[in-house]
């Protein structure tokens, strides 16, 4: 039996429809996007160095691969494709392939973690770049979801913020765009005057580490915290310096006493009271304690006692003993 008219066409778009849809699935399947891991990063209007640049992107955009070059190229240290993309915001052209990597959306909180890494660990960064990441991560943090990626998102954002801070040339610290930066943060960051020199707020590192302290990432929270300086200065009022390193170098061996940096913790409150020790002998003794701060003070000796006395470590005893000698000289 002959199949009718109506039915042929049935059949023939049924077959179309077919093959549309697989000729669409090679394009779906190499539908790709790729990340920027520099600040700055050029787009230009061909895949050459030569080319006019249509835009600049920052640290960490997402853009969506259209084409990529033929041959590689070699520009700077790194040789690479260039790839034709189309960014947020709607600019499009070429950027070269080593200012970029793969992006997969799946592996979004990997992807982010490596350039955070990658970036807040690099010692010759300057403020731009230092601001950029701070930026980048800013951002990151409210599209990750593990706790693990989180708290290190986080933790990087704290010490990106502090590196960029270290960046900022004093002489122009009212000028752009140290101003708008210092000032779009001012409730992150603290001035110290006598150091001349701004701070992210230590506190932040140990609201931090309470968020994560069941991470293994807590400990380093806490000791980014207790690396952190105050703002002050607190010369030869000995309350004062107490005060800190209970607040720092204390506080973190209260969390973990047997923790990785335990030692340099202990060394670092050790080499301090025997500078304080030093000092007594002299003949002009620096660190003294008023008659009316004496009650108080002996509370906070014994605060950092508290603090030390859980360690396992050779440094311990030697600096309980000279928080004994402390106590009796300041009665």
């Given amino acids: 039996m002959r199949p009718s008219l109506l039915a042929l066409s049935v059949i023939v778009v049924a077959l179309s429809a077919a093959g549309a849809a697989r000729a669409s699935l090679p394009q779906a399947a190499a ?49 690479d494709h260039w790839f034709r993309v189309a ?50 991560l800013e951002r990151a943090v409210k599209e990750v979801t593990r706790p693990e990626a989180l708290a290190e998102l986080e933790l990087a954002r704290l010490v990106a913020l502090q590196r960029s801070l270290a960046n900022i040339d004093m002489m122009e610290k009212d000028n752009p765009p140290y101003a708008e930066w210092t000032k779009a943060r001012e409730g992150q960051i603290v001035y110290s005057d006598p150091a001349g020199q701004w701070y ?37 009022y000995l309350p004062c310096h107490l005060y800190a390193l209970s607040e720092s170098e204390g506080r973190y061996l209260k969390l973990y006493p047997r923790g990785a940096h335990a030692p340099e913790a202990l060394k670092s409150i050790a080499d301090f009271f025997g500078a304080v020790s030093e000092d007594a002998t002299s003949s002009s003794p620096v660190y003294e304690v008023p008659q009316e701060d004496r009650a108080d003070f002996q509370k906070a000796l014994a605060e950092l006692r508290a603090q030390v006395a859980p360690t396992q470590h050779a440094l311990r005893e030697r600096i309980l003993t000279q928080l004994d000698e402390l106590a009796r000289r300041f009665r």
Avoid: H
Avoid at 113 to 129: D, I, K, P
């Fill in 87 to 136: 960014a947020p915001g709607g600019v499009e052209g070429w950027v070269f392939g080593g200012l970029t990597a793969a992006f997969d959306a799946g592996r979004r909180d990997e992807i982010y973690r490596e350039l955070a890494s990658a970036r807040v660990n690099n010692a010759a960064a300057t403020f731009a770049e230092m601001s950029d990441l701070v930026v980048f």
């Fill in 31 to 79: 539908a790709k996007s790729r990340i920027t891991t520099a600040s700055g990063v050029r787009v230009r209007s061909e895949p050459r160095t030569a080319a006019a640049e249509v835009g600049r992107l920052p640290l960490g955009v997402v853009v969506r691969e259209l084409e990529r070059s033929a041959q590689k190229e070699r520009v700077g240290e790194a040789e």
């Fill in 200 to 236: 992210v707020r230590a506190e932040l590192y140990w609201d931090l580490q309470r968020k994560y302290k069941d991470l293994p990432v807590g400990e380093r929270i806490a000791w980014e915290g207790a690396q952190t300086p105050l703002p002050g200065e607190c010369e030869g």
